[in-house]
Every structure is written in C-alpha cells, then in structure tokens.
C-alpha cells in the first residue's frame, strides 16, 4: 500500500504577525493529513532564512521493522568518510544540522562529514533499545555524490518487507524536483513512512531531508 502528499509553501512581503499566521494555517492544512507534527523554531541557513518551512516535523514512532543496525548503517556509509561518535555513544541533544527533527526520542547516532564541499548528516534513533527511525540531510553545493548520499538512506535503512523499488523510485523522485520553494513530501511504503524536506533556494545547491519511521497507516 503506498500513499502520498505534497505540500508546498512560499513567502510573501507581508506584515511579521501576519505572515506568521498564514504560514501556521497553510502547514496546518497541509500536514495534518499525512501523520506530520507542527513546531516553530527560528534558525538560519545559508543563502536563506528558512521560515515557513521549518515549522513542520515528522512525528517518529516506532519501531521500525528492520535488519539494519549501527554497524551495517555506518557501513553503508563508508564511501562518503563520515565521523561517528567514539564507541557508539547515543547523543540526546537536538541536533542543529537537520531542517526537521522530532523532540520526542530516546537517543541517537549521527554520522557527519563534508564530502566535496557538501555537508551530510546520517541519523539512526532509537526508542527504548528498538530502531524507530533514520534520517539523512544534505545541505551544500549539489553533486552525484550528495544525491547517491541521500538515495543511500533508504538502502541502508533495510526495513523488513517494504517494496524497496518502490522505496528508491520516491527518493528518486524527491531528488527530480526543481523548485526554489520550500517542499516536503510524503510517502506511505509499508511498514515504512518515507518523509522529505527540501529547500533548495538556487540551482546548483541541495538542502534536503529524508526521514524513513514506522507507517502508522499499515
């Protein structure tokens, strides 16, 4: 069973109270139907300020069924010299490198590197002891490599009995969109919820998201 949505915001020259009212109803509307959580917080990445779109955060509940665990997801990783915590230690803090990210969770691993002048950000949560979640950010100058990163996510997230061609064919297509607005996307692939962000304000540049958490309509 697989089932989508899109949503997809600008920004207007508006008044601050206003353009922060409209930008609350549309997520609103947009989101609650595919199983996405709200939350506003203010941050800057370059070249933009990302306003709109950062209010929306996927809500992760697990467990995820997976064969995957912490050293098949860093090894699935290898090619792209990440940089893990020593001893595998799980980190609690909210991490700053991500556009969405859930305040609800128990601990977490992430992999980064800088990888031909792009930043990557590999994630695996966890909840009690089970895997709930992974999550992959490329934020940078665009590239074969920043592309064959974020496809490499739902790869190595290994979950048990989803269709893996229809997996790769949405990532696919998240990475085919051309747009300089805010989009996020979702898609259903049982057991599976596949979640992307994207904000990519000029050509040549990525700034995305995928999020891979239990589907809550299997």
């Not at 997809?8 to 997520?27: C, H, K, M």
């Not at 933009?48 to 950062?54: E, S």
């Not at 995820?64 to 912490?70: G, H, K, V, Y």
């Amino acid at each position: 069973m697989r089932k989508s949505s899109t949503g997809r915001s600008g920004n207007r020259l508006l008044e601050p109270s206003v353009r922060r009212g409209i930008a609350l109803a549309i997520a609103f509307l947009v989101f609650a139907s595919c199983g996405v959580g709200l939350r506003l917080r203010d941050r800057t990445d370059p070249p933009t300020t990302i306003t709109i779109g950062d209010i929306v955060r996927p809500d992760l509940r697990g467990p995820l069924p997976t064969t995957a665990d912490i050293e098949s997801w860093k090894s699935a990783f290898s090619g792209f010299a990440m940089q893990w915590p020593d001893n595998d230690a799980l980190q609690t803090s909210r991490p700053d490198d991500l556009i969405s990210f859930d305040d609800h969770f128990d601990g977490y691993l992430a992999g980064t590197a800088e990888f031909e002048g792009t930043s990557l950000t590999a994630v695996i949560g966890f909840e009690d002891e089970a895997i709930a979640w992974f999550t992959c950010h490329a934020m940078g100058p665009r590239t074969t490599s920043a592309d064959a990163f974020l496809r490499t996510c739902w790869a190595a997230a290994a979950v048990t009995g989803a269709d893996q061609d229809a997996g790769a064919a949405w990532v696919d297509s998240v990475l085919a969109l051309e747009t300089e607005e805010f989009t996020a996307n979702a898609e259903t692939v049982c057991p599976a919820v596949l979640l992307a962000a994207a904000l990519n304000p000029m050509s040549g540049y990525i700034n995305t998201q995928i999020t891979i958490a239990a589907g809550q309509n299997c």
